[in-house]
């Protein structure tokens, strides 16, 4: 661990908050980290959409993805599972076209047999518990002061990655899914100083009985 002070790891902003260094000034970055980022997600869909979207970002910036995020939505029928899962050969070379979104034929097609393993999961019971198990249902909460002690994947974003990978789900490595329970609260890895650490700490349901 450094010793150089926490301020360094966080920044003061106009508004009189203290944030993560990783937003930096943009607009939609800073609404992101202080609306979403870190904050546990439980809806079934939200998480496939999210899960869908941090695949896409591989080899890109999150801030390209965010930016491309409406436009993956309208591509991608707001990411219901139950109409992804019907793309056909046309539906692909039609998003093959669309320059709103990342056109990655590999990832389009995971994203159609991601959507039917995600019904096949849910028919079985439930997409949230099915992740929320490799924490227990409850966020782990982290007390980090510098972003280099945060680790780039964990012995859960592995277990994690190796069942997504066992069920079918694509472009889901342990780095990614790392990147996914940072995003959607199921590790809280905002730095002690950041603002949004108590807040989103204070958003965690009570541990499973």
């Not at 106009?14 to 937003?23: I, K, Q, T």
């Not at 950041?194 to 204070?202: D, G």
Request: glycine share 6%.
């Amino acid at each position: 661990m450094t010793d150089l002070p926490a301020s360094d790891f966080v920044k003061l902003h106009p508004d009189g908050r203290s944030r993560c260094l990783w937003p930096g000034q943009d607009p939609l970055y800073v609404a992101y980290h202080d609306e979403e980022w870190g904050v546990p997600e439980y809806d079934d869909r939200a998480l496939f959409e999210k899960l869908i979207l941090d695949g896409f970002q591989a080899g890109l910036s999150w801030i390209t993805i965010l930016r491309k995020r409406d436009n993956f939505r309208a591509a991608f029928a707001d990411f219901d599972p139950g109409t992804i899962a019907r793309f056909d050969a046309a539906k692909v070379e039609a998003l093959m076209q669309d320059a709103g979104i990342v056109r990655n034929r590999a990832k389009i097609n995971g994203t159609v047999e991601s959507a039917r393993v995600w019904l096949a999961i849910q028919e079985r019971g439930s997409f949230s518990d099915f992740l929320w198990d490799f924490v227990d249902g409850r966020p782990r909460i982290n007390h980090f002061r510098n972003r280099a002690d945060v680790p780039a994947e964990t012995e859960q974003s592995q277990k994690m990655a190796k069942a997504l990978k066992q069920a079918g789900f694509k472009f889901c490595g342990p780095t990614i899914t790392y990147a996914f329970m940072q995003a959607v609260g199921m590790v809280n890895d905002h730095m002690v100083d950041c603002c949004r650490h108590a807040e989103c700490a204070a958003l965690a349901l009570p541990p499973r009985r």
